[in-house]
């Protein structure tokens, strides 16, 4: 979410350098390396804004109702010396958005009598 928030502030800025390069090539009549420097970096954060909005992860329909332990939470458990604890026992901070997370890791206890 960070990097989409840097694209999409870095918008306007890459559309105000373009303009007034864009303005002083108009007025004297000359292509500038600044035009050429500014139009590519602009739309190189367009493009890398689309790309940060679709990166989103769909989850198959097996997966879409199973909820998803955030790694933050389960440090912040070993930190207070405590065990990883049953889905249902867990506050509803512990678990995040799946949509948003860069890896996703499936753990499974061990098959067999506990």
């Keep these: 979410d960070q990097r989409l928030v840097l694209c999409i502030m870095a918008q ?3 559309a105000h350098a373009l303009g007034h390069h864009m303005g002083c090539w ?3 009549e ?10 590519v970096f602009g739309f190189s954060v367009l493009y890398m804004n689309l790309l940060l909005q679709r990166r ?3 989850l198959p329909p097996g997966l879409q109702k199973a909820r998803f332990v955030r790694l933050g939470y389960l440090r ?3 930190a207070r010396g405590e065990r ?3 889905c249902q026992e867990l506050p509803e901070e512990a678990f995040g958005d799946p ?16």
């Design 12 to 14: 306007p800025i890459c």
């Design 56 to 58: 989103h992860r769909y």
């Design 76 to 78: 912040k458990m070993v």
């Design 84 to 86: 990883i604890r049953r």
């Design 30 to 39: 000359r292509l500038s390396y600044l035009v050429v420097v500014s139009a």
């Design 99 to 114: 949509r948003k997370a860069l890896h996703l890791v499936i753990i499974s206890p061990p098959p067999g009598p506990h």
């Design 26 to 28: 108009m007025l004297y």
